[in-house]
């Protein structure tokens, strides 16, 4: 019988103007612990984002958004903190911040496959 993993997730935001509290499900990250398990998927649809807002430059979202995977993945290239390991970077790219680009707080679940959850969820909560 395939095992079941303790995962956490949580949903990518983007807020166009942050003081409004307002915001745009981007993307969805997803952690196992027990699994050493780290990754995110993102969609921008920038039809809806600019219904939002029309002064924001989708590029600098783009770039803001690759950074984000590049912890997640542990790349050198996401500096310092993609260095950290997994459970540390989860943490630090769900923390509570005021910036434009947010994630909801942690939820937990268990799962058989947690690539599958991954895009279970990405398609439920972001498309």
Not at 8 to 13: D, Q, T
Not at 23 to 33: E, L
């Amino acid at each position: 019988m395939p095992e079941r993993h303790l995962y956490e997730y949580a949903v990518i935001r983007f807020l166009p103007k942050v003081e409004r509290e307002e915001f745009i499900n981007v993307g969805v990250i997803v952690f196992s612990k027990g699994c050493n398990y780290l990754k995110a998927i993102y969609f921008l649809h920038k039809e809806k984002i600019n219904l939002f807002s029309t002064e924001l430059e989708i590029t600098s979202l783009e770039i803001a958004l690759k950074e984000f995977n590049r912890i997640c993945l542990g790349e050198i290239e996401g500096g310092p903190i993609a260095l950290m390991d997994v459970p540390e970077r989860f943490r630090w790219l769900t923390a509570v911040r005021s910036t434009s680009l947010q994630t909801s707080r942690p939820h937990s679940g268990f799962s058989f496959d947690l690539d599958a959850t991954l895009t279970n969820l990405f398609e439920e909560l972001v498309l």
